[in-house]
């Protein structure tokens, strides 16, 4: 069963010296005990590459590994970054303090839900006054190439968003948090709208956000068509490369006021907005879960007792736009012999077809995951017979050239 990714930004619980359910006191020399901190665990993991596919299908597969999020803390119903800001005892505005504006932070290792923590390892607390939003997004820092996000966060009309170059190694997923409705009892009666505040949080309201896949997912699987084109036989087939075309580049919307909005806006007006993401693996040891590399070339497996092909995996999986349909191109090589005297050789080649969803499906959906499987036979050698067909006997001509009267 599918399950979604959390983090939560947790915050201390009601305070005991804090008597009050109004906003505590604005005053400078306030004690940093009477504030409510955003409490952040701490953690020194920070992943730089193109990591591919964030959790999976099943509840084990489903947890977080050190991944890296974006956080936006923003005035509530605003694009409007929150800040802490606070008045000397003569109520003049002190400085004020950056909170959270694109600001990256880690998840934990091996869980699915858990507490996330700065980069930086900076702890920050609540505005003493003011409701706030929490929204986030993840896009790995950098792709297998080049950055994956190419600008800065911008504003246009009700949106915020960042301009995003895709590879098919990035998971592209966004959050917000959302209370539910048992924590919007909490607050009481004529507070429904007060959170995420210091005023929520003495309440034991907190941000947990709920990070959902903006991309299909595609993974591969190999099956031998015969024996002769899985490992163990002369001409086992390799598998080198599997791309898929898939557009890849636009907006990701990484928050927005008014109603929801669909937060991947992808260029589809050209050819050239479309690339071919090549399938890559994962990388070995510490760096399995880190970082992808370039694929090794697989075999497709034979059950010989069984007598049947063994669906072999190939890759990590291509994260690719969602789409009615893609062209994947497939290169496959194999060892053949070239000559009657034996001499083989390594032959490339490759197929180009169309991946579509099957059983009346429309097209493939965001946050699916799917099983593409491939069956190979391997090049078959060009055997030509020849066949003697032999003459037919005709009626036999008689001639009697001396009676001819000419």
């Known amino acids: 069963?599918?399950?979604?990714?959390f983090f939560a930004l947790a915050v201390a619980g009601m305070l005991s010296s804090c008597s009050s359910e109004d906003a505590i006191s604005t005053d400078a020399n306030v004690n940093n005990g009477d504030l409510v901190p955003i409490q952040l665990g701490l953690t020194n993991s920070v992943i730089t590459r193109g990591a591919g596919t964030v959790g999976g299908v099943t509840e084990e597969e489903n947890v977080w590994k050190n991944q890296t999020v974006n956080v936006f803390m923003l005035n509530q119903n605003t694009l409007d970054e929150a800040k802490f800001t606070l008045k000397d005892i003569n109520g003049n505005e002190l400085p004020s303090e950056d909170l959270f504006y694109n600001t990256p932070m880690i998840t934990p290792d091996g869980v699915n839900s858990a507490v996330a923590s700065r980069v930086d390892g900076q702890l920050k607390y609540y505005p003493?006054?003011?409701?706030?939003?929490?929204?986030?997004?993840?896009?790995d820092e950098y792709g297998v190439g080049e950055p994956a996000?190419?600008?800065e966060p911008q504003k246009e009309g009700n949106y915020l968003y960042v301009d995003i170059k895709l590879d098919?190694?990035?998971d592209v997923m966004v959050a917000k948090a959302v209370p539910t409705a048992t924590e919007v009892e909490k607050l009481g009666a004529g507070n429904e709208t007060r959170y995420y505040s210091a005023f929520a949080a003495r309440k034991e309201v907190q941000p947990s956000m709920e990070f959902k896949h903006l991309l299909s997912r595609?993974?591969?699987?190999v099956l031998g068509g015969n024996s002769d084109a899985c490992a163990g036989s002369a001409s086992a087939v390799n598998v080198k490369s599997i791309q898929v075309?898939?557009?890849?580049?636009?907006?990701?919307v990484v928050a927005y006021t008014g109603e929801e909005m669909e937060?991947?806006?992808?260029?589809?007006?050209?050819?050239?907005d479309t690339a071919s993401f090549v399938l890559k693996q994962r990388a070995e040891g510490d760096m399995a879960f880190k970082q992808l590399v370039d694929l090794v070339p697989v075999q497709p497996t034979w059950d010989v007792e069984a007598d049947t092909a063994v669906k072999t995996r190939v890759g990590e999986a291509l994260l690719?736009?969602?789409a009615e349909k893609y062209e994947m191109t497939i290169v496959l090589s194999q060892n053949v012999q070239v000559n009657e005297d034996g001499t083989t050789e390594e032959k490339e080649y490759n197929y180009v077809t169309t991946i579509a969803p099957q059983k009346g499906a429309a097209s493939f959906v965001k946050g699916s995951s799917y099983n593409v499987n491939i069956t190979i036979f391997g090049l078959s050698e060009i055997k030509i017979t020849t066949e003697l067909k032999a003459w037919e006997q005709g009626e036999d001509v008689n001639l009697f050239p001396e009676d001819d009267n000419i």
Do not use: C
Not at 128 to 139: C, E, K, L
């Open 168 to 170: 098919g190694s990035q």
């Open 128 to 139: 003493t006054q003011g409701n706030y939003d929490f929204w986030a997004y993840h896009v």
């Open 320 to 322: 690719v736009a969602p």
């Open 263 to 272: 937060q991947l806006i992808l260029k589809n007006s050209e050819a050239a």
């Open 245 to 252: 075309k898939s557009l890849h580049t636009g907006k990701l």
């Open 218 to 221: 595609l993974q591969f699987n």
């Open 149 to 151: 996000v190419v600008s």
């Open 1 to 5: 069963m599918r399950k979604s990714l």
